[in-house]
């Protein structure tokens, strides 16, 4: 059984940073896409970032490109999400999620495994 644990999030001024990791557990990778995904209240979950696990291409929503870096840590089985020039519109829940096959897969329905999810908040 896959398991993803957030970790990471907490309180930052604006233009600040955060690096959120997410470790998982119960199977090999390969070949899997690694997904981040936030929530903020009152609104739909979005797609923020995703990683191929093997080959390392990376993808990202407008709204972070340049700000953020996904990467990972085979070693480790945990995948980071490194945020700079943070901004109050940047506040959410930030949520990992995987799924088997690396390709671009911005869609919620396109992960079957997600975690638990961390709180990011942004002060103005």
């Known amino acids: 059984q896959v398991q993803l644990v957030e970790s990471g999030g907490g309180l930052v001024q604006a233009g600040g940073s955060l690096r959120l990791s997410c470790a998982a557990s119960?199977?090999?990778?390969?070949?899997?896409?690694m997904g981040w995904f936030r929530q903020a209240p009152g609104k739909e979950r979005e797609f923020v970032s995703a990683?191929?696990?093997?080959?390392?291409?990376?993808y990202y929503a407008d709204s972070v490109k340049g700000r953020f870096t996904i990467s990972r840590d085979p070693a480790k089985n945990t995948v980071f999400l490194q945020m700079n020039s943070l901004n109050p519109a940047d506040t959410a829940v930030y949520y990992c999620?995987?799924?088997?096959?690396?390709?671009?897969?911005?869609?919620?329905?396109?992960?079957?495994?997600w975690g638990q999810g961390t709180q990011v908040t942004v002060s103005s």
């Open positions: 999620a995987a799924r088997y096959y690396s390709a671009y897969y911005p869609a919620v329905n396109d992960y079957p495994y």
């Open positions: 119960g199977r090999t990778f390969s070949d899997y896409s």
């Open positions: 990683i191929a696990w093997t080959a390392g291409n990376t």
